[in-house]
Nanobody, 112 residues
């Protein structure tokens, strides 16, 4: 059974940083492309970043380029999203996804 568990969200001031983690079970992250998605209040689901099965970042949303970095640790079967220079518009529920599977999400709130 595929399980994805996100963690690392929280409240941070504009300009701050957070690192989100996605612990996977039921499969190896090294064999699949993995994605981070987010949904802001009142808005639709947005793709934030994708890392290929080969471990190469293949997509960043324009709004996060240069600020967010996706990575993974095969030994820990975990995918990360390092978020720097956070802005109020980054406030959203962040989800980890593999194929049609998605975790429960972790809330990121950027506010002064």
């Amino acid at each position: 059974e595929v399980q994805l568990v996100e963690s690392g969200g929280g409240l941070v001031q504009p300009g701050g940083s957070l690192r989100l983690s996605c612990a996977a079970s039921g499969f190896s992250v090294s064999n699949y492309a993995m994605a981070w998605l987010r949904q802001a209040p009142g808005k639709g689901l947005e793709s934030v970043s994708i890392i290929s099965s080969g471990g190469v970042p293949t997509f960043y949303a324009d709004s996060v380029k240069g600020r967010f970095t996706i990575s993974r640790d095969n030994a820990k079967n975990t995918v990360y999203l390092q978020m720097n220079s956070l802005k109020t518009e980054d406030t959203a529920m962040y989800y980890c996804a593999q194929g049609q599977s998605r975790g429960q999400g972790t809330q990121v709130t950027v506010s002064s």
